[in-house]
Nanobody, 111 residues
């Protein structure tokens, strides 16, 4: 059974930082997506099948994805946060051609 559990969201002021973490069981976590109010879910950062990383253009240079294979976790370090980063952030995994999602963690960037 695949389970993905996110943690680390919250309220932060513009320019601040947050670190999200995803703990996975049943498979390896692949990355992070987000969904802002009224918008479609979009890729934030993810590992490819060959271990490289993909980032949305809007977060390049500000966000860093990392993983701990021993703990089966994937983290997202978010720096210089902007109001437009406000969204629910979801951990993602693909296991035997099926997509799995965590329940999400809310990140609100506001003064």
């Amino acid at each position: 059974q695949v389970q993905l559990v996110e943690s680390g969201g919250g309220l932060v002021q513009p320019g601040g930082s947050l670190r999200l973490s995803c703990a996975a069981s049943g498979t390896s976590p692949g990355g992070w997506y987000r969904q802002a109010p009224g918008k479609q879910r979009e890729l934030v950062a993810a590992f490819t099948t060959i271990g490289t990383t993909n980032y949305a253009d809007s977060v390049k240079g500000r966000f860093t994805i990392s993983r701990d294979n021993a703990k089966n976790t994937v983290d997202l370090q978010m720096n210089n946060l902007k109001p437009e980063d406000t969204a629910v952030y979801y951990c993602y995994a693909r296991h035997y051609a099926i997509d799995y999602w965590g329940k999400g963690t809310l990140v609100t960037v506001s003064s």
